[in-house]
């Protein structure tokens, strides 16, 4: 009976439900989502800010830039949205870059609360100040690509999934940081707000983060980092560039580090995402990185590898409560090619194991009742995509997300 239980539980979790009160099933979903994401909208928000003229962390109007992103929020209809503050002491010198100075710095931060499980978050994120180096930044710095083009993705995202009356299951979070273009040499927005994050027990189940992502010179695809302990995002931006997009995911071997904006996340355990272009802008620091340079149909694609792996991991992620922490399933490759292989396994209970397509068909089951040692599962015939791995083993239960290519 526990077993059965258990499982309805689990089929509960798995199968996502819409952001209305009729159930709909997900591809509907992202679909919809990614054709209410506006190329003009997307175009008009990076001329917005780079018509700041700068957003260097430094320049008098630093505050007014982070004001005028959250008045953009609320412009949207959502109430929750703050000014993030932060105390922060530079001290650089590089070129024209000579600071020794101490300035208070503005995150961004809106949200949609969770109506399911309102303590677990997924947070998306771009900082949105910018540098050059060939003349005074604290005049001129447009920065269409480092970084307006991340924080429109931030801004983009919210817009759609407000304009959709999406509900979300966990909390959505909105996040535009301070301070990333000097982090080395001070304090950075991703480093305070992390920090605290950390220090008040949220629950950050997912971020993405945003950071160059408008340039493209014909090549279609977009760098993904991938980090250990955050494989399941990875193979959710995967599955969505693959089947939403036109662009292909280039994903190098399994990292423990990356970097900017995401690294204080990972070095606080919060597993992560960094979408970033793939051939580098030449234009980077410099007074080129202008909207001219940017390719809005490529940045288009990009933002909605951030949407649809917001709104896959809203509806598709499974609970973190006590009773799935008891049972860890470790699974390699991921993703998988042929055959899938269960790290080894020591239950002295009979396990059940079975593996759900992100339909909600289930397309293998297994009942184990002697489960020692290594476990195969071969998905050769299987088709392409996301499937669901549940192990349920007497009252405690488990799953994970693998990406079938």
């Known amino acids: 009976m526990n077993r059965i239980i258990t499982l309805i539980a689990l089929f509960i979790v798995l199968n996502p ?6 159930t709909i099933n997900l591809d509907s979903v992202l679909t919809h989502a990614m054709n209410v994401i506006n190329i003009d909208s997307i175009e008009h928000q990076v001329q ?3 018509d700041m003229d700068t957003r260097f962390m430094i320049a008098p109007n630093r505050k007014e830039v982070a004001e005028s992103i ?7 209809g959502m109430s929750n949205v703050r000014l993030d503050s932060f105390e922060c002491h530079t001290t650089i010198s590089y070129g024209i870059i000579q600071y020794d100075t101490t300035t208070w710095q503005y995150n961004v931060e809106a949200k949609i609360i969770g109506s399911t499980y309102p303590n677990e978050e997924i947070l998306v994120l771009g900082h949105h100040d910018d540098i050059q180096i060939d003349s005074n930044p604290e005049i001129f710095a447009p920065g269409a690509d480092d970084n307006a ?16 009356g999406y509900q979300p299951e966990r909390t959505l979070v909105f996040l535009t940081t301070a301070a990333e273009e000097l ?3 001070g304090l950075a927005g991703s480093e305070h707000y992390a920090a605290e994050a950390s220090l008040s027990g949220r629950n950050l189940v997912t971020v993405i983060n945003n950071d160059m992502i408008a340039f493209d010179n014909g090549s279609n695809k977009v760098k993904f980092s991938n980090l250990s302990g955050s494989e399941t995002i990875t193979a959710i931006a995967a599955y969505i560039a693959n089947n939403y997009t036109g662009l292909t995911p280039d994903i190098p071997a399994l990292q423990y580090m990356t970097g900017a904006d995401l690294q204080p996340f990972i070095d606080e ?3 992560g995402l960094y979408l970033m272009e793939y051939v580098f802008n030449p234009g980077y620091h410099s007074e080129n990185d202008l909207i001219d340079s940017c ?3 490529y940045l288009t694609e990009v933002i909605k590898i951030s949407l649809g792996v917001m709104i896959y991991s809203d509806l598709s992620l499974a609970v973190n409560d006590e009773q799935n922490s008891n049972l860890r399933i470790m699974v390699w490759p991921n993703p998988v090619e042929n055959v899938l292989h269960l790290a080894p396994c020591n239950y002295n209970e009979p396990v059940f194991i079975q593996m759900v397509n992100a339909g909600g068909q289930s397309v293998y089951e297994v009942q184990i ?6 476990y195969d599962i071969d998905m050769t015939h299987m088709p392409s995509g996301v499937y669901f791995l549940q192990l349920v083993s007497g009252s405690v239960s488990g799953s994970v997300i693998v990406m079938k290519n």
Not at 17 to 22: F, G, I, K, L, M
Not at 70 to 76: A, D, G
Request: avoid cysteine.
């Open 295 to 297: 390719n809005m149909n």
């Open 183 to 185: 982090m080395h040499y």
């Open 17 to 22: 439900v819409a952001y209305t009160q009729n």
């Open 369 to 374: 009742d002697d489960l020692k040692g290594a």
């Open 70 to 76: 959250k008045t953009r929020f609320e412009s949207y």
């Open 269 to 271: 355990g919060y597993p």
């Open 48 to 50: 917005w800010l780079q």
């Open 149 to 164: 083009s991340g924080t429109v993705a931030v801004l983009e995202t919210a817009r759609v999934l407000m304009s959709m």
